[in-house]
């Protein structure tokens, strides 16, 4: 469950298909097969699923958020896995976060500024978004920016009020969201099944071996625990007599 093997798989079908491409090759397209990752807690997460892409000759969409307590962007250590990313041919995206913003116009300029900031800090173009926890309004919005990709625009999303696993959609949106796939399975049949088709998988879900919520969880609070230690060590060493209270390491 969620393990790389499993992801793997999902990305041999998908290539099998002779679908896959980004959202720009998407819109001369009458069948696409789009993937995409919404990086919610973990950028070391999303890099190593970035690797076993490559082991797979795979490129996909990352999208980071810029306001989010569980991970700094900008920080020297995942500034250097983004840019490593991104050298290697994904394409990176900002995944907004609306923060109570509700005028579309006000939530259009905010996600221009912080697009052009994180493109400014990283030396490479951001030309693409996600929303993080779209609401159905701003979804009906349908958002669309000269010259920006919205993931959630019509070209690549089909909005529905009551969307569920067999309505009829032009697009075929599936999401492991909450560590659950919604509207179907990226199986053989549901690939081949659809002509438009976006996939959206989020890299904190997926590990080497695979786990159910509740040890995906507890592993991920450790993976962060331990970070917290070694970025409070790597800033000062006021504490470096106390690490060995806090960790197994002596």
Same mark, same amino acid.
């Not at 720009?24 to 892409?53: K, N, P, T, W, Y």
């Not at 394409?91 to 912080?114: N, W, Y």
């Given at each position: 469950?969620?393990?790389? %093997?499993?992801?793997? $798989?999902?990305?041999?079908?998908?290539?099998?298909?002779?679908?896959?491409?980004?959202?720009?090759?998407?819109?001369?397209?009458?069948?696409?097969?789009?993937?995409?990752?919404?990086?919610?807690?973990?950028?070391?997460?999303?890099?190593?699923?970035?690797?076993?892409?490559?082991?797979? %000759?795979?490129?996909?969409?990352?999208?980071?958020?810029?306001?989010?307590?569980?991970?700094?962007?900008?920080?020297?250590?995942?500034?250097?896995?983004?840019?490593?990313?991104?050298?290697?041919?994904?394409?990176?995206?900002?995944?907004?976060?609306?923060?109570?913003? /509700? %005028?579309?116009?006000?939530?259009?300029?905010?996600?221009?500024? $912080?697009?052009?900031?994180?493109?400014?800090?990283?030396?490479?173009?951001?030309?693409?978004?996600?929303?993080?926890?779209?609401?159905?309004? &701003?979804?009906?919005?349908?958002?669309?920016?000269?010259?920006? &990709?919205?993931?959630?625009?019509?070209?690549?999303? #089909?909005?529905? $009020?009551?969307?569920?696993?067999? /309505?009829?959609?032009?697009?075929?949106?599936?999401?492991?969201?909450?560590?659950?796939?919604?509207?179907?399975?990226?199986?053989?049949? #549901?690939?081949?099944?659809?002509?438009?088709?976006?996939?959206? #998988?989020?890299?904190?879900?997926?590990?080497?071996?695979?786990?159910?919520?509740?040890?995906?969880?507890?592993?991920?609070?450790?993976?962060?625990?331990?970070?917290?230690?070694?970025?409070? %060590?790597?800033?000062?060493?006021?504490?470096?007599?106390?690490?060995?209270?806090?960790?197994?390491?002596?």
């Amino acid at each position: 469950m969620f393990s790389y %093997d499993e992801y793997k $798989e999902i990305i041999r079908l998908v290539q099998a298909s002779g679908l896959p491409c980004d959202y720009q090759e998407a819109l001369l397209r009458e069948r696409f097969i789009i993937s995409r990752h919404d990086v919610e807690f973990s950028v070391g997460r999303a890099h190593a699923l970035s690797m076993v892409e490559d082991s797979m %000759d795979f490129k996909a969409n990352y999208f980071f958020q810029w306001t989010n307590n569980s991970y700094n962007i900008l920080s020297r250590k995942n500034g250097d896995m983004i840019r490593d990313m991104h050298m290697r041919g994904h394409r990176i995206g900002l995944h907004f976060a609306v923060g109570g913003l /509700t %005028d579309i116009q006000a939530i259009k300029r905010q996600m221009i500024k $912080e697009m052009n900031i994180l493109s400014e800090m990283f030396d490479f173009e951001i030309k693409q978004f996600s929303i993080h926890r779209p609401s159905t309004d &701003i979804l009906r919005a349908n958002i669309k920016i000269p010259g920006i &990709i919205n993931a959630y625009q019509d070209d690549f999303f #089909t909005f529905s $009020e009551n969307a569920a696993t067999d /309505t009829g959609l032009k697009v075929k949106y599936l999401s492991d969201a909450n560590h659950v796939w919604r509207y179907g399975y990226p199986d053989e049949k #549901t690939l081949n099944g659809h002509d438009k088709i976006q996939i959206l #998988t989020h890299p904190f879900a997926w590990t080497e071996t695979g786990h159910d919520n509740f040890e995906n969880y507890k592993s991920l609070i450790e993976e962060k625990y331990g970070e917290m230690i070694d970025g409070i %060590d790597g800033e000062c060493k006021d504490f470096v007599e106390y690490r060995g209270y806090f960790t197994k390491k002596s």
